[in-house]
């Protein structure tokens, strides 16, 4: 695993078990850029949803399946709020961790969507 996946994928973990309501402080046991990630999706997460649900057109966030939204959240974050990070890593790392933690489709799905977010947010 690359360097720069690892807190994305930490980050990843965390908000999918806080998504799935198992943990109530997704951040307690990160640090660095994994606990910054969390820290933004959740402190944002009502600005990234409503720009999903507009985004991925007659698929709303909460009919997403949540490894798809929490992916979509985190890339979505780092588009609108870590500009050092170029667009094209935050796609692709996105693209790798759907594919990695839910399906194929899933990939050219979060691809899509980010895709399009970018073009309007940078």
């Known amino acids: 695993m690359s360097t720069s996946t690892e807190p994305r994928q930490r980050a990843l973990e965390a908000l999918y078990a806080a998504d799935r309501r198992q943990v109530d402080d997704p951040a ?7 606990k910054r990630f969390v820290d933004g999706v959740v402190k944002h997460r009502q ?21 798809d939204r929490v992916v979509l959240r985190l890339g979505l974050y780092e ?10 890593v935050v796609i ?31």
């Open 47 to 67: 600005e990234l949803d409503e720009m999903l649900n507009a985004a991925s057109k007659g698929w709303p966030v909460y009919r997403m399946p949540a490894v």
């Open 92 to 122: 692709s790392e996105a693209v790798q961790l759907a594919k990695k933690y839910s399906t194929e489709r899933s990939g050219a799905f979060v691809n899509g969507v980010l895709a399009a977010l970018a073009e309007s947010v940078r």
């Open 79 to 88: 588009l609108v709020h870590e500009p050092d990070i170029p667009k094209a």
């Open 28 to 34: 307690a046991d990160l640090t660095g850029k994994a």
